[in-house]
């Protein structure tokens, strides 16, 4: 039974860093890419960022360039988000999901995933 679970959520001032994790267990088959989505009340879901390991690309949402960085420790079968100078508008839902790519992952919503419960971020001004 494949798994992700994520951890390390919570609230921040704005300004501030937080540092989100993805436990992933079984066997994750089929899939290419990892990453982080997320999704704020009455907004769609969106790419945040991920990794392509077998590529060594990393992809990046416009908005959390240089201030996000996604990492993974295959070793432990860990994904990880790194979140610098948080702001209010990144305030959502944190999910951690796998799936599969056929080019360059560009942000675009997967057709199949499987994807964790989700963590929250809250960001106050």
């Known amino acids: 039974q494949v798994r992700l679970k994520e951890s390390g959520g919570g609230s921040v001032q704005a300004g501030g860093s937080l540092n989100i994790s993805c436990a992933t267990s079984g066997r994750i088959s089929g899939t290419n890419c990892i990453g982080w989505f997320r999704q704020a009340p009455g907004k769609e879901r969106e790419a945040v960022a991920a990794?392509?390991?077998?590529?060594?690309?990393?992809y990046y949402a416009d908005s959390v360039k240089g201030r996000f960085t996604i990492s993974q420790d295959g070793a432990e079968n860990m994904l990880h988000l790194n979140m610098n100078s948080l702001k209010p508008e990144d305030t959502a839902m944190y999910y951690c999901?796998?799936?599969?790519?056929?080019?360059?992952?560009?942000?675009?919503?997967?057709?199949?995933?499987?994807w964790g419960q989700g963590t929250q971020v809250t960001v106050s001004s």
């Open positions: 999901a796998a799936f599969r790519i056929y080019d360059d992952y560009a942000g675009e919503a997967p057709q199949f995933a499987y």
């Open positions: 990794i392509t390991p077998a590529r060594g690309t990393k």
